[in-house]
């Protein structure tokens, strides 16, 4: 089994690894909701890092209906990827319907060489689910990143587990946002996946330097990567394996 943990900045990165993450999705601005980080932060994190990382392809927030010049960034940052030596990418494209873009998601695989490739949570705002499964299949992807369309993965278990199911052997389903250490275990009971993701974060102060200025200053809470709750969730993988 794997745990997959989020991380948008560098000092997420080395706590969840650190703490015994087996892989990294590696984003930016969490606000957002996770877009492509920057050239440096990939780079830096391929010569830093000791786990494997799969680097978020997503050139703005919103939703995942993309435009030909958008198509290309999100092209050239697969091929930079691909280049440095990057694991993975992570991406998701819908027409205007709501169904998968495959003519789109296809120029995008061509791209990706040997990459392990994830369909994140535009799958969640498909209209048809099993025909988007379907669909995502026979492009080519490797795992599709699911909260079984719901706000939060426990919440959507059900529909999580019918997709595991109709899924087999063809692709990974990796249920996830809303997991965390004190409902993976009931989520696994119904759901039976071999891979989950989990942002595993706790909020805590922020420390803002210097005098106030209100156009600079940020929330005063933000969202750390819990070392604890990462521990708590491994020890529960290993446990199962064990059984």
């Not at 440096?40 to 703005?60: D, S, T």
């Not at 940052?77 to 998601?105: A, K």
């Not at 689910?129 to 490797?142: M, R, V, Y």
């Not at 809470?221 to 070392?227: A, Y």
């Amino acid at each position: 089994m794997i745990l997959e943990v989020p991380v948008f900045d560098i000092k997420g990165a080395l706590i969840a690894q650190k703490a015994g993450a087996h892989r990294l999705e590696l984003c930016s601005s969490l606000s957002e909701g996770g877009i492509t980080p920057s050239h440096g932060m990939i780079k830096w994190a391929k010569e830093n890092l000791e786990i494997p990382f799969f680097v978020m392809i997503r050139p703005r927030s919103g939703n995942f209906v993309y435009s030909k010049e958008e198509i290309e960034i999100m092209l050239e940052d697969i091929i930079f990827c691909r280049e440095i030596g990057i694991q993975g990418v992570v991406f998701g494209i819908l027409t205007n319907e709501g169904n998968v873009h495959v003519s789109q998601c296809l120029k995008l695989l061509s791209a990706t060489g040997t990459m392990q490739t994830t369909f994140h949570r535009a799958f969640d705002r498909s209209v048809d689910p099993f025909q988007a499964l379907e669909d995502i299949i026979n492009c080519g992807f490797n795992r599709i990143l699911s909260s079984g369309l719901k706000n939060t993965a426990p919440e959507g278990a059900e529909l999580l587990a019918k997709l595991v199911e109709k899924a087999g052997n063809q692709i990974i389903i990796m249920p996830g946002c809303g997991v965390d250490d004190t409902n993976i275990e009931k989520l696994h009971e119904t759901v039976g996946a071999h891979e989950y993701h989990s942002s595993a974060k706790i909020e805590v102060e922020n420390q803002d330097i210097g005098p106030a200025i209100s156009s600079l200053e940020n929330n005063s809470k933000e969202w750390l990567v819990s070392s604890e709750k990462i521990k708590s969730i491994i020890q529960w993988i290993k446990k199962i394996k064990e059984d």
